[in-house]
């Protein structure tokens, strides 16, 4: 997981997305990603699926398919925290990663605050979800080493790995029209959350943990409850005025260090995959009659 934390324009939003000629952490994530994949395919095949939602108002909505009513968070002991129902693309090129990325860019909530006039007012989460197995041997079809369909893989050992690219909304003190107001309020109520999650975490007598009371750090519970690799970007303004934001910036940034991490590799058996295993091999035996 990575994200971006700080004040509205201090450099959040062009640090995880950039530019055409200056491409951010995003597009510098997803590139390394398939280069990455190209140089194991000859031992592993994948299957790449990416989503992106935002909270606004600590209400979850779907970026790609936004007219969709009812996210909810779930919890599972083999997937972990998840939203659903949430539209997944089938990606297999950087391209269409960024594709879907400036789709879900064009539905998210900006408006104008005291420092940026086209300010992100919710939080994103860019989510890229990539299964890998060894190749199976098992002679069932052509081996595949990079996966274009939504298709469950076909024998056990599925390795799954996540990725999170989180740009938070901007962290200082709500202002201006009661609509400004009102999201200020949500979106200070959801860092300060994460906060008091953080600062929880770095304490060992801490028994009880509030990832639930908020929908940020509902979604990141996974990821910051010490199972996974966790990066944060901590932007902040050069400029006097904005000392004391300045300030919070770099108190959240030292307690972040002192959380720490174990990330673990997981493989699971997915009934599905399981299923779709063995109708494939029906289906091979049916075809040698």
């Known amino acids: 997981t990575v ?44 299957l790449l699926r990416v989503s992106y939602i935002e909270i606004y108002n600590e209400t979850i909505r779907d970026l790609l398919s936004p007219s969709t009513p009812d996210l909810r968070i779930h919890d599972d002991k083999k997937r972990g925290v998840y939203v659903s ?23 998210r909530h900006i408006g104008a605050t005291d420092f940026n006039t086209h300010s992100s007012r919710s939080h994103s989460i860019f989510q890229l979800i990539i299964e890998s197995r060894e190749h199976s041997g098992l002679g069932i079809g052509t081996p595949v080493r990079f996966r274009s369909n939504s298709q469950p893989f076909r024998e056990m050992g599925v390795r799954i790995s996540q990725l999170n690219l989180i740009d938070l909304a901007g962290s200082e003190k709500a202002s201006g029209s009661m609509e ?21 975490l770095t304490d060992e007598k801490s028994a009880h943990i509030p990832f639930r009371d908020s929908k940020l750090t509902r979604i990141l519970q996974s990821s910051l409850s010490g199972h996974a690799r966790v990066s944060v970007i901590c932007t902040a303004s050069p400029a006097a005025l904005n000392y004391e934001e300045t300030m919070n910036t770099l108190k959240f940034a030292s307690r972040v260090k002192r959380v720490t991490i174990r990330a673990e590799t997981h493989q699971i058996v997915d009934d599905k995959a399981l299923l779709q295993k063995y109708r494939l091999e029906i289906l091979d035996l049916k075809n040698k009659l």
């Open 3 to 46: 994200f971006a934390y700080g004040q509205t324009a201090s450099g959040k939003t062009y640090t995880m997305a950039g530019t055409p000629s200056q491409p951010g952490v995003i597009p510098q994530t997803i590139q390394e990603v398939f280069d990455y994949i190209k140089e194991s395919s000859d031992r592993r095949e994948y």
């Open 85 to 107: 129902p949430l539209k997944e693309e089938v990606v297999n090129t950087p391209e269409q990663v960024i594709r879907v990325l400036k789709i879900g860019e064009a539905n």
């Open 180 to 200: 400004r107001r009102k999201e200020g309020a949500f979106i200070n109520k959801s860092l300060l959350t994460l906060g008091t999650v953080i600062a929880k």
